[in-house]
């Protein structure tokens, strides 16, 4: 059973669209992080929340934490090519460990 | 610096044979993980290494096993692999607690036939 839930699982959507990813858990977590993976490569990090209700922007990218600190979001604002890819949530458990999300694909049409 | 490396890149093995997929950092980091990613599953931690000279079981360990020889190097081991064991193997480091940056390298493609 995946302790966080993503949703969409798969997103395909023409360049210059908007787009959200969402992320959500039963479990409270002390922080959150989104990666981005492209095909052969390992994770990249994009992005660590920590306080509940945060809001972080990366450029296009927006990343909001929940209150409750279960769930959380990325938001692309005129969404380009080189978005594509596997977008991964993991929160922070205890003792070392992250515990990731199954991912969103997602593809940006040209 | 080569950031995490791991070799092979890829390998084929027949059920019942056994290997060892090496990791190794240059970033002075304190724990080492190993995950396996399968489609539609993200990424399951197997085995991590809180810091060097201890290790600890993840959500999946069964059917592997690990040794962080130094602080730089963390190995994953499969005694008698199964088709099961089919997956993509990413070791990853973070300098000391979760919510620092996890760093990956760029991953093991494993099919057991």
Redesign the interface.
């Known amino acids: 059973t ?1 302790l ?1 839930e ?1 949703s969409p ?1 798969f997103l395909s959507i023409q360049e210059g669209e908007n787009l959200t990813v969402y992320c959500n858990s039963s479990s409270v977590f ?2 959150l ?1 989104w990666y981005r993976q492209e095909p ?6 994009l992005v ?1 929340v ?1 306080t509940g209700g945060e809001v972080k922007k990366l450029k296009r990218l927006t990343f909001q934490f929940g209150d409750a600190r279960k769930d959380s979001s990325l938001h692309i604002t005129a969404a380009q090519p080189g978005d594509t890819g596997l977008y ?1 949530c ?1 929160g ?2 205890v ?9 969103t694909t997602v593809t940006v049409r040209a | 610096n080569a950031g995490v490396t791991q070799t092979p890149k890829f390998q084929v093995l027949k059920t019942g044979q056994s290997m060892t997929l090496q990791c190794a950092q240059d970033m002075n980091h304190n724990s080492m993980y190993w995950y396996r990613q399968d489609p539609g599953m993200g990424l399951r931690l197997i085995y991590y290494s809180a810091s060097e000279g201890t290790t600890d079981k993840g959500e999946v360990p069964n059917g592997y096993n690990v040794s962080r020889l130094n602080k730089r190097e963390f190995s994953l081991r499969l005694e008698s692999a199964a088709p099961s064991q089919t997956s993509v193997y990413f070791c990853a480091t973070v300098r000391r607690i979760s919510t620092d940056t996890q760093y990956f390298g760029p991953g093991t493609r494993l099919t057991v036939l």
């Open positions: 995946q966080l993503q699982q002390s922080s992080q052969g490569e390992g994770p990249v990090l660590t920590v991964l993991a922070d458990e003792d070392y460990k992250l515990s990731f999300g199954a991912g």
